[in-house]
């Protein structure tokens, strides 16, 4: 059993980097590249690019050690690792290879893009080097200013375009909270923003499988333009969707699939292990339901995982919270998962180590999990 790591050229520090390049090779470069690598080019200077992800087309960038893959079969190429929290948005992130920032129009009732608008016009980075996305639905208070309605996917869009002070976003998600749009609606509100050149792709944000499906049939029947991506919420204990699904309709109709909350609100790194801290974001003000998932008898099973789960990571020589996201990049489709990281100490760590699992920690670790989903196939048999 083995789990192996590369570390980032500028030597990102984490809390535990001489633990985590202690347990990896050395590569002729002074760099720690996966065991399961193989070199691109021959001769001194190459690149090693992980097996990982073939589907994916996965492959190391020229500058980092930050991994892309495409973003479902589009061929829109996104950083394994992606950033929502524009607080951190310093030079860490974009100068590590993290080329996408996602936001959404109800994030802190658009100041979120706000703030991330001022970052990127002060930092003048190039606007072809990175990618913006951000979800519609929660617009205001009016009526009117809610929902998937072609008037406010458009004026949504519109609104948020202003707040980022940018000509277009390269995703814009539809959050499938409303049941009141038709179907043909969206699909062709969605085309539309994407032909005048306010998005260069739409996708979809909490939809299940059947809604996705009818999308793209929709699209197919009227030759409008099908959704690439869908947002969905991924960790130990929220698997069926992403590891089931997904990976049926992205092999089907080439959607992919970009996760958020890989570490289950904090609860993955132990942070409750010993009840909710006043400090946690489980004893704030709106987020009663995360305390009581917490001390539920549930809650209390998965916090026993938690613990073993951490064993297993010490052994590794990685740290919970970054065996937690390379177990989510490790899922067939997977494009991207979204980091939702409240320091910088956090962002050190998640970035400083990109891994590659090893089938036998997978078996190891979907044992003790004891959830693993299975596919129709595996439930026929």
Not at 33 to 41: A, D, I, N, Y
Not at 82 to 107: M, S
Not at 172 to 184: C, G, H, L, W
Not at 266 to 277: A, E, M
């Amino acid at each position: 059993m083995q789990v192996s790591f590369a570390c980032t050229e500028h030597n990102l520090k984490s809390r535990s980097e001489d633990r985590l390049c202690g347990s990896s090779g050395q590569g002729s470069n002074g760099n720690y590249m996966s065991q399961g690598s193989v070199k691109t080019r021959e001769g001194s200077g190459s690149r090693q690019t992980p097996q990982g992800h073939a589907h994916m087309k996965e492959a190391i960038g020229r500058h980092t050690n930050m991994k892309y893959r495409n973003l479902g079969k589009s061929g829109l190429r996104v950083s394994c690792l992606g950033l929502g929290n524009f607080k951190l948005l310093n030079k860490i992130p974009y100068e590590n290879g993290v080329n996408l920032f996602d936001t959404a129009e109800v994030y802190a009732s658009g100041r979120a893009e706000i703030t991330l608008g001022n970052i990127i016009k002060k930092k003048g980075w190039r606007r072809s080097s990175f990618v913006i996305t951000t979800k519609i639905y929660w617009g205001g208070q009016a009526e009117t200013e809610r929902g998937l309605s072609r008037k406010h996917i458009i004026e949504g869009l519109r609104g948020s375009l202003s707040r980022l002070q940018l000509d277009y976003v390269d995703i814009v998600f539809a959050n499938r909270n409303d049941v009141n749009s038709p179907m043909e609606e969206i699909v062709r509100a969605m085309t539309f923003v994407i032909n005048q050149g306010m998005a260069m792709y739409w996708g979809t944000s909490r939809w299940s499988a059947m809604e996705i499906m009818e999308a793209y049939s929709v699209a197919r029947q009227f030759n409008l333009i099908p959704p690439v991506c869908e947002q969905a919420e991924y960790h130990y204990f929220q698997r069926d969707k992403v590891e089931v699904q997904l990976p049926e309709l992205y092999h089907k109709i080439g959607v992919g699939a970009m996760t958020w909350s890989p570490l289950a609100c904090g609860l993955i790194t132990g942070k409750y292990s010993d009840g909710v801290p006043e400090c946690s974001r489980a004893a704030m003000k709106g987020y009663q339901w995360l305390k009581e998932r917490v001390n539920s008898e549930e809650g209390r099973r998965q916090l026993a995982k938690i613990k073993e789960l951490h064993l297993l990571a010490d052994r590794l020589g990685c740290t919970a919270a970054q065996l937690a996201i390379a177990w989510c990049l490790r899922s067939e489709g997977v494009s991207s998962v979204l980091l939702g990281v409240s320091n910088t100490d956090q962002l050190l760590e998640n970035l400083g180590i990109l891994s590659q699992m090893t089938p036998q920690t997978v078996t190891e670790m979907d044992a003790l999990l004891g959830n693993k989903p299975h596919s129709k196939k595996e439930s026929r048999a």
